[in-house]
């Protein structure tokens, strides 16, 4: 992912990642504003790997209380650094 000069790396964290099926990846956007351009790059065969910060939390900053994307079916873990994970309470 980059922002509209193409040039500057956005990062972004790999939730889920399935070839054949359904992928969930979540782009730190710097300033969203009206007109925005951000690029996805995909499908590029040379690339075998990930930058490291899109599975150890660290795309998103230790400012954040936490980050959580709700997807889970028990708890809510934390997708950042601080380990603030949530949990169930009374059912869904």
Request: no cysteine; glycine share 12%; hydrophobic share 25%.
């Amino acid at each position: 992912f980059s922002d509209s000069d193409g040039q500057s790396e956005i990062s972004y964290e790999i939730e889920h990642w399935d070839t054949n099926g359904q992928s969930y990846v979540w782009v730190r956007v710097p300033q969203y504003t009206n007109g925005s351009v951000i690029w996805a790059y995909m499908g590029n065969k040379d690339e075998t790997t990930s930058p490291v910060y899109t599975t150890n939390g660290t795309t998103w900053s230790q400012d954040y209380i936490g980050v959580w994307h709700m997807q889970s079916d028990v708890a809510a873990p934390d997708s950042g650094t601080n380990g603030h994970d949530g949990a169930e309470i009374g059912g869904v």
